[in-house]
């Protein structure tokens, strides 16, 4: 086993997780996870990410620049949107 963002980035090869997902896998809170991938990010691994879209009406979102899910639509206003999942580029 190596660092937190060791595990992170060897999950994130083998598909897309939601922060909610690698918080649960690795025993830490979400918003320790989305400081890691920030920092992950910031380095020589690329993080893709899957932008999280209203399930209400479609609205998708764009330019998500805090990894973090929104908290409601700019559009219709509601707080049901799915969460952004994030990968590692090959």
């Known amino acids: ?3 937190v963002r060791q595990e992170i980035i060897e999950i994130l090869t ?5 922060a909610k ?4 896998k690795l ?7 989305v400081e890691h991938l920030k920092e ?5 691994v690329k993080i893709e990410v899957r932008n999280p879209q209203c399930k209400k009406c479609g609205f998708k979102f ?16 509601s707080t049901y949107i799915s969460e952004p999942e994030f ?3 090959k």
């Open 1 to 3: 086993m190596g660092t």
């Open 14 to 18: 083998s598909g897309y997780f939601t």
């Open 21 to 24: 997902e690698l918080s649960k």
């Open 27 to 33: 025993s830490l809170s979400e918003k320790e996870i």
């Open 40 to 44: 992950i990010n910031k380095g020589h």
């Open 62 to 77: 764009t330019n998500l620049r805090h990894f973090k899910k929104p908290s409601k639509c700019p559009s219709c206003k």
């Open 87 to 89: 990968t590692v580029r």
